[in-house]
Structures are given as structure tokens and as C-alpha cells.
């Protein structure tokens, strides 16, 4: 064994809730969990939404958010109890020995800072280089993790880039200070799969060059096994299985665990295109204020109701600026949408409420979508009064109804989204967007933030709503996966454009153009090594 760098041994933790009209209670959310990381390798933590796994991560800082504290056990850093550090040594400690990429780079950054400023701001505080030497390292970062113009995307400010470039901005903030510890919670969650790879290469290097060590908060199994030594299975705050990659992956010792590998696929026959669409884009074309370039370049699809288009593209390019331009969010320069036979306004503000609610959308970032100060019950309920002027106990009802149906259960109507984890939330906007009946829902990397588990149930959710109520979907997504289990029809986009659009049949059988090619053989598959076959087998396309 190597020199052990975090040594966490029976660690509690636990929270109080305030259950409507009852007194507080304590519960326990991580039961006695104890594992160990040596210098320069890679814990994996995985298990379904709510498991515990990025709670277990924030206490390698010694910290819980949304009033989670750790109750006992202990947690050793390079040999001494991080939790009996006083503030100033946490201060230290925050930033400098121990660093965090969070799930929701959307949510981290500071709006009113040019990205550059974020990235490099620890480093200069703590005394660690100039701001020359700074500068210097974070575009060497930029162009370690893939993002386009190194030299100047710095520059920006977080709303003037994608979600998925965003993301990388925050892997580069957290390796800047070079700290002997990363917490990376979820870093690919918001990138398409192309990308993807290249992070993920892009963090194995970092580990291998600098001696880092780092825990790899993840749903995604295969993605997990690509970068980590080991992986602890985590469910309901309880360690269910611990042991080295290939051991978790060819041969599980647990029920849980083989159901994590072999998660069920979803048989969705597609349907034939009907006749008529419910939604139908003429050479949609738009461009976002200030900018020279338009950023969507001739679109066209449609939509039959009843049926699926996924929309599929690296980050950036014009998936969901398209989701934007539907909802009226982004008036288009040319082109024409209609939809249920009407043509729509360009214009948000200029729709009728029939517009409004027939036409949902169901954000990618859950966290950035939701009022922190309103609880879900009051979420949810919110389209139930304004579009059917339900109050009171007939709301409750149907919000109650909702939260089955997303399989949260009722005792959650009263909780605030800070107490909610990742899938959680994504799961009370998702219930949102069923509130107001819609003919059509827009769902942009809907399934991002859950865990396969969940992920499949909440397909298999929307395909039976699909079949009860005759909606139609336009499923943003960089995952494949979902795209071969849910789709009808399918829409490739790069740059702006649709490079391939038709039936999911036709779509996704030979020949193949090269983006397509690219984005199919990008799909992480459940092996070891294959994170290198496939930027071998890159590099040998290229060459």
C-alpha cells in the first residue's frame, strides 16, 4: 500500500428536519461509513440520489451544507483530525489542502465576475503565486480540459458560456492552488459525451502528473471506472460494497451492485412519423444580443404529438439555444414555429396562457431553476393555481399525486430544494412541468443529474405518461443511452446546424458522417481501458 492521505474511520452524520405541524427530529443520513485513500489514486463513490455520496465527499472538508453536521467518527488528512480543526485551520484547509468541483457549475460562480478572476482568486489570496503565474497556469488548465480559446475565454463571464464549458472552468478553479485533495461531484454531469472524454482524460492526467488525490462523486458507473483505483457502492448512507474497479465491475458481490452494472435497458419501440405535426420549425435562425454569429443556422424539424425528437450535439452546439427559441426565451432573426396548428409569437411576453401552458420545458439545472425560498409543495403547486386556479387542500392533493408519480412520496411537499439532493431537485422540476398538462415538454438533459436507477424509472415515467396523455417530448440530451430508449425521431446538431435528422432507425445505422460516427463512439461502455481505446482510436481518426 501507498502513503494514506484521507483516513475517514465509522464517520456519522446527520441533520434535523422540521416535518410540518410536528416537532424536530434528528436523522441519521451517514450510518458508521468508514474507507481510505492513499496519495495519487482515486476513490470512486457511487450509489443512487440521496445515497449519501456527496455528503461523505463534503466531509473530507469537514463541512455539511443545509444544516448537515457530522455526529461522529473521525477524518484524518495527511495524520490529523480535520474535524477537530478550529476555524482558522478549516480556512486553511478550504481551498488550499483540499478542493471541491461542484455538481451545478451554473450555481458556483459568481455572475458578476469575469471567469478568469474565479479561477485564479484562491491561488492569489493564498500567497501561492503572482497573478502573472496564475493566469499563466489557469489557460494552461483551459487547454488541458478542451476549451475553446484558451487565451481568452477567461475573459468571459459564466453566463457567456456553455454549461458544459462552465464545468470544465470549475475543474480548472479547483486544480489551480495544486492541492493534495480534489473532491470532483459530478464533473461530467453537464457535458456531452464527446467532451466528456476529453475531461475525463484530462483529470486522469492531472492525478498521474501531479500526485493529486481525489474522490470521484458519480451515477455513472462506466464513467466512474474509467478514472478511479477503487469504488465504494454507497445506498442509503451504508457502505453496500467497497473493492477495487475490476472486482465492482466484472464481479460484484452484492444485489445492489450487479444492478448498478447491468442496469435494465428500456424497450421503446419508435414510433412511425404521423401525418400531422404538433410542433413544426421552418429555417429557424437566431443569434444572442451583442453577438456577430447566429448561433442556430436553418433549423428545421418537427414534431408529431405523441412522440419523441431528441435533439443530440456536443456542448455548444445550439440544442438547447433551439429549446430557447421554442419557448419565445430567444426571438429568432428568420424562420417560423407552429404549434398545435397556431403559428407561435416570437416573443414570450406576446403568448397566450394556452401557449404557456401547453408548452413546458424542464431545465438542465435544477439548481439555478427553482426558488430556494419556496418549498416543493409550493413549486409544484405553482402552475396547478396559475393554470387551473387550484388552492388548498385540492392542491395539496395533486401535488401529493405528483410527487408519487416522480416517486418522492408526500413527505417531501415541505421540504426547502436545499434539502434536496441533485436528482431530487431535477425530479421536483420534472413534476413542475407535468403540473400544467402539456401537449408538449421540453426536456433539457432531464436525466443529467440522476443516477441510472432513478434515470430508468423516470423514463419509463414519462413514456407511460407519453402513452396516457399523447404528449410529445423534445428530449435534449448527450446521452445515447437515453436517446436508443426513448426516442422517435432523432436530430443531430454541430455548430449551429442539423447535420442528421429522421427516424432513430435510420439515424443511428451506417453509414455514418463523421460527427455522428464520433458521438456514437463516445458512449462510455462498462470496461476497463476503454477511456484509452477510444482516444487511441481518436487519435488514429485524426492522423
Known amino acids: 500500500m501507498g502513503e494514506i492521505l484521507l483516513d475517514a474511520r465509522d464517520l456519522k452524520i446527520g441533520a434535523t428536519v422540521y416535518p410540518a405541524g410536528e416537532p424536530p427530529k434528528d436523522i441519521t443520513i451517514v450510518h458508521g461509513v468508514s474507507f481510505t485513500l492513499e496519495k495519487g489514486k482515486v476513490l470512486g ?64 460562480f459568481n455572475p458578476a465576475m469575469r471567469l478568469i478572476d474565479q479561477v485564479i482568486e484562491t491561488t492569489l489570496r493564498r500567497g501561492l503565486a503572482n497573478r502573472e503565474e496564475a493566469e499563466n497556469r489557469a489557460i494552461d488548465l483551459f487547454r488541458q480540459l478542451g476549451l475553446p480559446s484558451p487565451e481568452t475565454i477567461g475573459k468571459r463571464y459564466p453566463h457567456q458560456v456553455s454549461g458544459g464549458q462552465l464545468q470544465r472552468v470549475m475543474t480548472a478553479m479547483a486544480l489551480c492552488p495544486r492541492p493534495s485533495l480534489v473532491i470532483f461531484d459530478e464533473p461530467t454531469t453537464a457535458l ?33 471506472a474509467q478514472v478511479a483505483d477503487e469504488i465504494m457502492v454507497l445506498k442509503s448512507g451504508r457502505t453496500v460494497e467497497h473493492g477495487d474497479v475490476q472486482q465492482i465491475i466484472e464481479a460484484p458481490r452484492e444485489d445492489y451492485t450487479r444492478a448498478l452494472v447491468s442496469v435494465r435497458s428500456i424497450d421503446h419501440e419508435a414510433k412511425p412519423p404521423a401525418a400531422e405535426p404538433l410542433l413544426q420549425i421552418k429555417n429557424l435562425t437566431a443569434r444572442y444580443p451583442g453577438l456577430s454569429q447566429d448561433v442556430l443556422k436553418n433549423v428545421s424539424v418537427e414534431i408529431a404529438q405523441g412522440q419523441t425528437l431528441a435533439i443530440v450535439g456536443e456542448s455548444g452546439s445550439g440544442k438547447s439555444t433551439l429549446a430557447r427559441a421554442i419557448t419565445g426565451l430567444l426571438p429568432p432573426s428568420k424562420g417560423a414555429i407552429t404549434f398545435a396548428g397556431r403559428r407561435l409569437s416570437d416573443k414570450l411576453e406576446t403568448r397566450t396562457r394556452d401557449d404557456l401552458r401547453e408548452l413546458q420545458m424542464i431545465y438542465q439545472m435544477a439548481d439555478v431553476a427553482m426558488n430556494p425560498r419556496h418549498t416543493v409543495g409550493t413549486i409544484i403547486g ?152 477510444v482516444i487511441e482510436h481518436r487519435a488514429g481518426a485524426q492522423d
Open 45 to 108: 463513490l457511487i450509489g443512487e440520489s440521496g445515497a449519501g455520496k456527496s455528503t461523505i465527499g463534503l466531509s473530507a472538508m469537514a463541512y455539511g451544507r443545509g444544516g448537515v453536521r457530522i455526529t461522529g467518527g473521525q477524518m484524518f488528512l495527511n495524520g490529523r483530525d480535520i474535524l477537530s480543526e478550529g476555524p482558522s485551520g478549516l480556512r486553511e484547509l478550504r481551498g488550499g489542502e483540499v478542493t471541491y468541483v461542484a455538481q451545478s457549475a451554473a450555481a458556483a
Open 192 to 224: 456531452d459525451v464527446t467532451t466528456q472524454i476529453d475531461v475525463l482524460a484530462a483529470i486522469k492526467k492531472a492525478i498521474h502528473d501531479t500526485g493529486v488525490a481525489a474522490l470521484y462523486i458519480t451515477h455513472d458507473l462506466a464513467v466512474v
Open 382 to 533: 405553482r402552475p396547478l393555481e396559475f393554470y387551473f386556479g387550484l388552492r388548498g387542500a385540492q392542491k395539496r392533493k395533486r401535488v401529493q399525486e405528483l410527487l408519487d408519480q416522480i416517486e418522492m412520496g408526500k413527505n417531501f411537499i415541505d421540504r426547502y430544494p436545499a434539502e434536496l439532493s441533485g436528482g431530487q431537485k431535477q425530479r421536483v422540476c420534472i413534476a413542475r412541468a407535468l403540473a400544467a398538462k402539456p401537449k408538449l415538454i421540453i426536456c433539457d438533459e432531464v436525466t443529467s443529474a440522476l443516477d441510472p436507477l432513478v434515470a430508468d424509472g423516470i423514463l419509463k415515467l414519462l413514456l407511460d405518461l407519453q402513452a396516457q396523455e399523447d404528449v410529445a417530448y423534445m428530449f435534449i440530451t448527450h446521452d445515447l443511452a437515453t436517446v436508443r430508449a426513448i426516442a422517435d425521431g432523432i436530430a443531430v446538431m454541430h455548430r449551429g446546424k442539423v447535420v442528421r435528422y429522421g427516424p432513430k432507425a435510420q439515424v443511428l445505422s451506417p453509414p455514418f458522417d463523421d460527427y455522428t460516427d464520433l458521438l456514437l463512439a463516445s458512449v462510455p461502455e462498462m470496461k476497463l481501458g476503454w477511456l484509452e481505446s
